[in-house]
């Protein structure tokens, strides 16, 4: 588990180079955390770590007795949620096709611009 409690955080690439990993990243959601990790869901499984939303030491120790939880108690959801977080894809690649289609969305082919 790789705990990165930022009260801001405009980009940050610990957590990413955590994930890619296998350690598994604690974020607060500000900034670029908010953006890079995705909140494990544990009805779906969908995630590539854990999250919380208030600066406050409550709230955080809540996320990570969640995630040791998950670690001690459920191997295989661990090890699928180790997988997607290796997984993900931060590439400038990727970055471009998202810019791609926002861009194809704000203007069709076809339409014409005055």
């Known amino acids: 588990i790789f705990l990165m409690p930022s009260k801001s955080e405009p980009c940050g ?28 869901n544990c009805y779906t499984g969908e995630g590539t770590g854990f999250s919380f939303t208030n600066f406050n030491a409550h709230e955080m120790l809540g996320v990570i007795k969640s995630a040791v939880e998950l670690y001690r ?7 699928k949620l180790q997988l997607q977080a290796m997984a993900a ?22 339409k014409k611009n005055s």
Do not use: H
């Open 13 to 40: 690439l610990s957590q990413m180079i955590a994930a890619r990993y296998g350690a598994i990243p604690v974020v607060r959601e500000t900034g670029g955390l908010r953006d890079s990790v995705a909140p494990y």
């Open 89 to 110: 894809n931060f590439s400038w690649d990727r970055a471009a096709q998202d810019y791609l289609a926002i861009y194809r969305r704000l203007c069709p082919a076809g």
């Open 73 to 79: 108690n459920d191997k295989d959801a661990w090890r």
